[in-house]
């Protein structure tokens, strides 16, 4: 084990990646002799050549369609998104092309790319920089998404993305890239897609989020010691869907307020929310509680806080949920 930032264990599992198959791919926006703007990529290129860790022109359709045609000439592809909303040309590719290739060859052709990405806001950035898109993409039929809140996830889902044989979307929260260093298992580390990590244990309510939004549900969790016991489900995959976690932490608890940086209005919360409604309405003692961003743009980094969940917004909803 080895203490590393997150974005340090995000390098650490393209190095390790990128030694065991030399199929892999590495291309994008300054990803190359830069090492990328948040230095994810830094040493790639000089430890492995600029014929498999090279720089793009800034047009994320693209490079995104230059991976697909990597992907059918038998390469495994990682495609480095400078920032969540530069993604956004690349849709087209990500919706038509992408998600759908297995599906067009009846099975005939895999799609081993792995998109990867820093996402959410809480850094004092501007425009385009801070957005949460995960739904985008988890709406798409053929593409998996994974999230990690941890160093440690993040070099295992990384890893595990990488060696799929579908499209993944990686989605790194740029605001805990630098927070804190945890342990990191040295050499080859995945972690299996779909499968959901229990951050803390609890009896009274249960706290869902994912990446960016695990630290704030903690704290959270931690200003309610005393006054109730709260259990921290960390999703983890967003699809696949851990829905065997999900369930039963809410069948111990009964209660559920789930956390998304996200807007509200058909939100990533929402799908937990039917999912609990749909198969976890015996065991409920009161309606899921969502807390999220709110449905406007994503505002000036002056009142981004404003803007962003807090610790006491899901204190406020867990207190809800409690006194029903």
């Known amino acids: 084990m080895a203490e590393k930032l997150l974005v340090e264990a995000v390098n650490d599992a393209l190095h390790v990646e990128m030694e065991r198959d030399a199929s892999i791919l590495v291309l994008g926006e300054d990803v190359g002799k830069l090492g990328g703007v948040f ?51 690349a849709l087209d590719q990500l919706i038509n092309h992408v998600g759908r290739y297995r599906w067009r060859t009846r099975g005939a052709m895999s799609f081993p790319l792995t998109i990867r990405m820093p996402y959410g806001g809480g850094v004092r950035a501007p425009e385009l920089h801070d957005d949460s898109p995960e739904t985008y993409y988890v709406h798409t039929p053929g593409v998996k998404v994974a999230i990690p809140s941890t160093p440690a996830d993040a070099k295992g889902l990384l890893a595990a993305a990488i060696r799929d044989p579908d499209p993944v979307v990686v989605l790194e929260p740029k605001l805990h890239y630098r927070t804190a260093k945890q342990e990191v298992p040295e050499g080859e580390h995945v972690v299996p897609l779909g499968e959901a990590r229990l951050a803390r244990e609890g009896t009274d309510v249960t ?28 999703l983890r995959s967003l699809k696949p869907l851990d829905e065997d976690a999900l369930l039963a932490s809410v069948s111990k608890t009964g209660r559920a307020v789930v956390v998304q940086e996200a807007p509200r209005v058909a939100g990533f919360a929402a799908e937990v929310a039917a999912v609990l409604a749909e198969k976890a309405i015996f065991d409920l003692q009161g309606p899921v509680l969502r807390v999220t961003g709110y449905d406007v743009p994503y505002p000036y980094w002056q009142i981004e806080d404003a803007y962003m969940p807090s610790v006491e917004r899901v204190v406020d909803a867990a207190r809800r949920l409690l006194a029903a």
């Open 39 to 89: 230095r994810a990529t830094a040493g790639l290129q000089e430890r492995f050549g600029a014929d498999r860790c090279f720089d793009t022109p800034l047009a994320e359709a693209g490079i995104l369609g230059t991976a697909v045609g990597l992907c059918m000439a038998g390469w495994r592809p990682v495609v480095e998104m400078q920032y969540d909303a530069f993604s956004y040309p």
């Open 207 to 234: 706290l869902i989020a994912y990446g960016a939004m695990i630290p704030l549900a903690e704290r959270a969790a931690d200003a309610l010691e005393g006054e109730a016991s709260c259990e921290v489900l960390d």
